[in-house]
C-alpha cells in the first residue's frame, strides 16, 4: 500500500481529529490504555486493528471497508491489510503510538494490538521413524506404516514457508494458494520448512495422509520470518475461501497475540480443524501464540524412545504428543531432495496428518469431533518426561490404519524420471496389491487433467504441449478393491518447439573456497563460475554461504555473462550474523545465454567485523527450445465508486497452463496507463494475487505463476472509493 506523508502539524493533531470524526468515543471516555495490547516482539510503528462488532449483528466485508477508510481518513493513512473473515480489522505500517491510542479509543474498535514478529519453530538438523510409531500402541517398532485411508477428498492448508510444488513426493496434489508475503515468490518455498511439513501430511513416501490436496499459504519469507498480521492475513484467507473437509497445520510460533488466537478459533468455528506446534522453547506452551489457542490442537514432540524431545514446549496447552525429533520429509533444494530435521514443527504435521485420515474417513466430522477422536484414541500413558503435558501419543489404528487393508503399490515405468519429452506421449505404469486386487489407476497430469485406467497394462496418453516447457511432475496413484490408495510419480522436462544439442541443467559450484573478506575495503573479492552448455535462461536459482559478523556491512552482486549486474544483499540485516541463501530463485536473468562466466562479488563497507565466502553455486534450468512469444493484450477501464477491485470492476478473463507466468500492470509494462488510484486483483477460484500501490506511486503491477490449468480474471478498480481509468497491459509466458 502507499502511505501519504502527512505533516508534522498534522500528525500532532491527528488523534484530535478522530475524536472530533467520531464523538461518540470521546462521550463514553474509553480508556486507550485499556484497549492497546502490546506484543512479546513487536514490529516498530506496526499495528493491528479489530474492529468492535455492532450490536446488531455480524459486519460485512463492505462495512469493514467502509468502517476502515472512515477511521484512518483523518491520518490520511491506508491499511497494509484487511481482514473480513477470521477476525474483522485491519493493519497499518508507519504509524506513530500516539495515533495507534487514539484509535484504540475510538468506540468502533475492539481494540490495537502491536503486530509482533513471528517465526519457524526451529529446527535442529541432525528413515523417518515417525509412520512407523503412530500405527501402533506400544514400542518396538516393527518397520512398517499399515493404513487404510489415505486423505481422498481432504484438503490440507500448510500455513508455513510455501512449497515446492513440483517436488516427486507431492505427485500433483499442490494446490492454488495464498501469499501474504511480497517478495515475488509467490507460494514457492525458498526456504525448506514449509515442504518439510508438507511432506509428513501428504507426501507419497514421507507423508501420513499419502492422497491430500495441499494448500500452501505462505505467511513466513525465505528467511522463516513474519508477523502476526501476515500469519492472520494468511488464517482469514483459509476462513473466507474453504468448503468441505480441511485440516490446517501451523508449524510457527511467536509470542502471545489475542488477534491471531481470535483468529484461529474462528477458523476452527467456521469447520476447518487447526493444529499447531507447541514451540521449542523448553517452556510453557500456555505463554505462547498460537499454542496457547484452546481450539487447536497444539502437539508436543517426541524420540524414538517415547519421551517428550530435550526441546519441546510442555504443559496443560497441550493435548497430544507425536514423533517430532530427527524426522525425514522432502526438502526444498530440488524435486527429489529430502532433509533431516527435528523440532514440533515436524510433530505438528504428523497429527495435521492424522486429522485428514479421520476426515477421509468420516468427512462430516466438526473440527470438534475431529479433536475429540485424536485424543480420544491416542496411546496412553506411554511417554516420560511429559512435565504436567497429557500423557498421550498420537495413533492412528482406530482410524482403519492399523492391521488392516494394505495398500497398493504403483509406480511409473515410462516415461523415466529425468526423460525430456515433447508431442503426445504415453504414459505407462504397474500396480499390484499384496491383500486384494487393483481396483483402478489414476494418471495425475501437469496440465490439471487426470485419467484413469481400469485395465492393465495401465496406461494414459498426455499432449505435452498443454504446459509451458520446463521441469513438470507427473503423478499416479493406484486403488484398491478395498479403497486403499498407493501413489508414486516422476518428473519429465517438456521440450517442444526445436533446439539442439546438451541443454543447460545443473547446478555450478564455485571452486577455490572459502575467500576471506578483507574488512572496510569497497574492492572486496570475487569468484567466478564457468557455465558450459547451450540454451538461454529459463529459471536461475543462488545458493550462498557466507560467514560474517554483522552482515549489514557486506554488499554483494551477482554478474551474468552478458553483464547484467544483480544486486543480492545491499548492506542489508543489520547486526545479524551470516547471509545465508538456499536455491534463491533470480528472474533477472531470464532469456540471457547462460554459458560464461559468472561473477559473485562481495564487498565489506564497515570497519570492525569480518568474514569469508564460504560457498556458493548457481542451479539453471536452460531453455533450449523455440519458446512461443509472449501473448498478451490490454485493455481499457473506467471505474468509480469501487472498493478495492472487488465491486464495480471491469474485468477480463486469461487462460493459463500449469507453469505459466502472467505479469499485468497499470504501470511497470509496455501498454500500461492510469489515472488516479488503481488496483488489480487476478482470480481463479478464489484470489490468488493482488496489488494496489506499486512502480513508486499509485498504479499497480502483479505478476503470478500458475500452480495449476485454469482460466483466470483479472480485475480492474480502483482503490477505496475513490474513482480512476487507465489501460491494463499484460503478457503471458
Known sequence: MLFRKTSALALALAPFALTACFPDAADKGEDPDAKFVRAKDPVAGEYIVVLAEPSEGKMAPTQVMAATEQLLAPLSMKPELQFTAAVKGFTVTKMSEADALALAADS??????????????????????????????ALPLNQTYT???????????????????????????????????????????????????????????????????LIPVRVLDCQGSGTNAGVIAGVDWVTANNSGAAVANMSLGGGASATLDTAIRNLHNAGVTVVVAAGNETQNACNVSPAREPTAITVASTTTADAFSSFSNFGTCVDIAAPGSSITSTWNTNDTATNTISGTSMASPHVAGAAALYLSANPTATPAQVVSALTTNASSGRLTGVQGSPNLLLYIGFIGGGGGNLPPTVSITSPASGATVSGSITISATAADSDGTVASVRFNLPDGTSVT????????????????????????????????????????????????????NGSFPAAGLPLSIPDNNATGISST????????????????????TYRGDLIVTLTSPAGTVYSVSNRAGGSADNLVLVDSAITAFAGQTAAGTWRLSVSDRASIDTGALNSWSLKIVGNCGTTPPPTGGTFNFTATN??????????????????????????????????????????????????????????????????????FQIRAGCYTTGSCSGTVAWTIQ
Open 108 to 137: 468502533r474498535v475492539a481494540y490495537v494490538e502491536e503486530n509482533g514478529v513471528v517465526s519457524l519453530n526451529a529446527t535442529q538438523t541432525n528413515a523417518t521413524w515417525g509412520l512407523d510409531r503412530i500405527d501402533q500402541n
Open 147 to 213: 493404513y487404510n485411508a489415505d486423505g481422498t477428498g481432504v484438503k490440507a492448508y500448510i500455513i508455513d514457508t510455501g512449497i515446492r510444488a513440483t517436488h516427486t513426493a507431492f505427485g500433483g496434489r499442490v494446490g492454488t494458494g495464498f501469499t501474504s508475503i511480497t517478495d515475488g515468490q509467490g507460494t514457492n518455498d525458498c526456504q525448506g520448512h514449509g515442504t518439510h511439513v508438507s511432506g509428513t501430511v501428504g507426501s507419497s513416501t514421507w507423508g501420513v495422509a499419502k492422497n491430500v490436496q
Open 453 to 504: 485406467d481400469t485395465t492393465a497394462p495401465y496406461s494414459a496418453t498426455w499432449n505435452t504441449a498443454t504446459v509451458a516447457n520446463g521441469a513438470r511432475t507427473i503423478g499416479v496413484t493406484a486403488t484398491d478393491n478395498a479403497g486403499a490408495t498407493g501413489a508414486g510419480s516422476v518428473s519429465v522436462n517438456v521440450s517442444n518447439g526445436g533446439g539442439g544439442g546438451d541443454c543447460i
Open 529 to 548: 563460475v564457468a557455465v558450459t552448455g547451450n540454451g538461454t535462461v529459463g529459471s536461475l536459482a543462488l545458493s550462498l554461504n557466507i560467514g560474517h
Open 642 to 711: 469501487t472498493n478495492s477491485a472487488q465491486q464495480n470492476t471491469v474485468n477480463q478473463n486469461v487462460t493459463l497452463a500449469a507453469g505459466q507466468k502472467i505479469t499485468l500492470g497499470t504501470c511497470g509494462i509496455t501498454g500500461g496507463t492510469f489515472t488516479g488510484d488503481t488496483y488489480l486483483r487476478l482470480f481463479g477460484a478464489a484470489q490468488v494475487a493482488a496489488n494496489d500501490d506499486a512502480c513508486g506511486g499509485i498504479g499497480s503491477n502483479l505478476v503470478y505463476t500458475a500452480t495449476a490449468a485454469g482460466t
